[in-house]
């Protein structure tokens, strides 16, 4: 299984950027797939899922301002980041598991830097 994450970049604050993971050997409908997302000195935190059912989960700090979806003929997930803040700056990974606690694939991290 590989996961490329792909969409980062520099924006200024309130703007928006979106993420693309795309997935192989495995499809993005089955399980979970979500998103998290590591600051300079921080731990890895949860950012937002999206269930083999279409089931949608996020983190009170995106709730919002950040969309999860998926594309299944790409085999792609996606997330919609609009009003960015400074505080979202981050490396965001993509991630696949079989429950929502267990992510066992994961991608290699798009930086999403925003500016004050």
């Known amino acids: 299984v590989q996961l490329q994450a792909s969409g980062g970049g520099l924006v200024q604050a309130g703007g928006s950027l979106r993420l693309s993971c795309a997935a192989s050997g495995r499809t993005v409908s089955s399980g979970f797939m979500g998103w998290f997302r590591q600051a300079p000195g921080k731990e890895r935190d949860f950012v937002a899922a999206?269930?083999?059912?279409?089931?949608?989960y996020y983190a009170d700090s995106v709730k919002g301002r950040f969309t999860i979806s998926r594309d299944d003929p790409k085999n792609t997930v996606y997330l919609q980041m609009n009003s960015l803040k400074p505080e979202d700056t981050a490396v965001y990974y993509c991630a696949a598991g079989d429950t929502p606690s267990t992510y066992k694939y994961w991608g290699q991290g798009t930086q999403v830097t925003v500016s004050s």
């Open positions: 999206i269930s083999w059912s279409g089931g949608k």
